[in-house]
């Protein structure tokens, strides 16, 4: 064998190991797969990332979530129940302990049920972020522990929320309601304040630029850095890992600001979707071209055909 063919043998070896094992290696180690709870709320996902101590209270929450989630829920008897939740969760509300309360008009539809009750019984323990809430300090959303005691009346409450905040949801208001408070989306041109307004005059244009710095530093405080922006966070990272992240965020980022955001099957298709749109901006105009370039293909060959019979003719 001549001297160049076994360095390209040697070198080719080398790719073959280093792309079939070292990366492949490397990259699980980095990124653990992770499976997922297939979006059921059953505490199951969270005694895993919990320290030992902690573990037998996870299971009696968790087991009285699933005891309260049997009630029979009375939707007509919920509805006084949520004006509770509206006191804190309406269009305009201020930022509270960190961030906004976002406004529940599809709760029904982006949530959880078992979540929802959690929720309810317990922000911190529902959202997995309970190691967060030690000592004096609450969770902005705490007091609603004191105000629903009663597991009839939270069961009445996600009846309600269930069967008349459930309407169709679009990808967008998905991801404004569940994540807008946190993250900002440059594609989506939207903030922590939601959709930015255009503005006549630049001195109106700066001072909504204040009040989202201000907002952002709440948040800053609240959650010890500012949430990324989400724009392109679609094309960065895998659909899987989304979808687990959102599910259980101390499952991938240990020991994470983030809470769970308690997204139901339809929920999590929406954000995503919403996602996978502002990361891919021109996903559809690239779609709307493919029939027409496939059209040409096709006028094209029969073109191509018609030229090929016409020149044969001649020379037959
Ligand atoms: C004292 C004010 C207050 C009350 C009362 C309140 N909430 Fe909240 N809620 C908040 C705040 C603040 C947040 C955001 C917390 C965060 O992001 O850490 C929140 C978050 C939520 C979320 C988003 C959860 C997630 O996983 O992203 C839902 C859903 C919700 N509340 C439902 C309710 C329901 C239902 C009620 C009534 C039973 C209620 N809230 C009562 C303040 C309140
Ligand atoms: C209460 C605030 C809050 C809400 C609501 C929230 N997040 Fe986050 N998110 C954070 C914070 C804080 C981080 C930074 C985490 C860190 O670095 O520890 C983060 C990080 C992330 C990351 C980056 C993970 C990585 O490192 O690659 C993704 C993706 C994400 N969030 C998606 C979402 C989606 C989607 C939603 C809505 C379904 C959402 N978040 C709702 C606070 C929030």
Redesign the pocket.
């Known amino acids: 064998m001549n001297k160049e063919l076994k360095i390209f043998a040697v070198v080719a070896a080398f790719t073959i190991a280093l792309y079939w094992g070292v990366e492949p290696f490397a990259h699980s180690q980095m990124h653990a797969h992770v499976d997922g709870n297939g979006l059921v709320y059953d505490g199951k996902a969270d005694i895993a990332y919990t320290s030992k101590d902690k573990v037998k209270a996870k299971k009696a929450f968790w087991a009285d979530v699933k005891t309260i989630a049997a009630l029979k829920g009375d939707v007509t008897a919920g509805e006084a129940g949520f004006a509770t939740c509206t006191g804190c969760h309406m269009d305009g509300a201020a930022n509270m302990g960190g ?1 906004t309360p976002p406004i529940l008009d599809h709760a029904g539809a982006l949530y959880d049920k078992n979540y929802l009750i959690a929720l309810i019984k317990d922000p911190a323990m529902a959202m997995n972020t309970d190691h967060k809430f030690t000592g004096t300090r609450t969770h902005p959303m705490g007091s609603i522990k004191a105000m629903m005691t009663d597991n009839q009346q939270i069961a009445d409450v996600v009846a309600y929320i269930k069967a008349k905040k459930a309407g169709e949801v679009t990808p967008k208001e998905a ?1 404004v309601e ?2 807008g ?3 900002a989306n440059r594609y989506g041109n939207s903030t922590q304040l939601g959709e930015t307004p255009k503005f006549k005059y630049k001195k109106d244009e700066l001072a909504y630029q204040i009040k989202v710095l201000e907002e952002q530093d709440l ?1 800053k405080a609240y ?3 500012i ?2 922006d ?1 724009s392109i ?1 679609y094309r ?2 895998s659909h899987h ?2 979808e687990t ?2 599910e259980n ?1 101390q499952s ?2 240990h020991g ?4 769970r ?1 308690g ?1 139901s099957e339809n929920g999590m298709h929406k ?1 995503m979707a919403y ?1 996978e749109e502002t990361g891919d901006p021109s996903k559809p105009a690239r779609d709307a071209l493919g029939p027409w370039v496939l059209l040409f293909f096709v006028i094209f060959t029969i073109l191509a055909y018609l030229w090929k019979n016409s020149l044969w003719r001649d020379l037959h």
């Open positions: 961030v991801y569940s994540c408070r946190c993250h948040i959650m010890g850095k949430p990324p989400l966070i960065a990272r890992f989304l992240f959102i965020p991938q980022l994470t600001a983030m809470p955001v997204l954000v996602l």
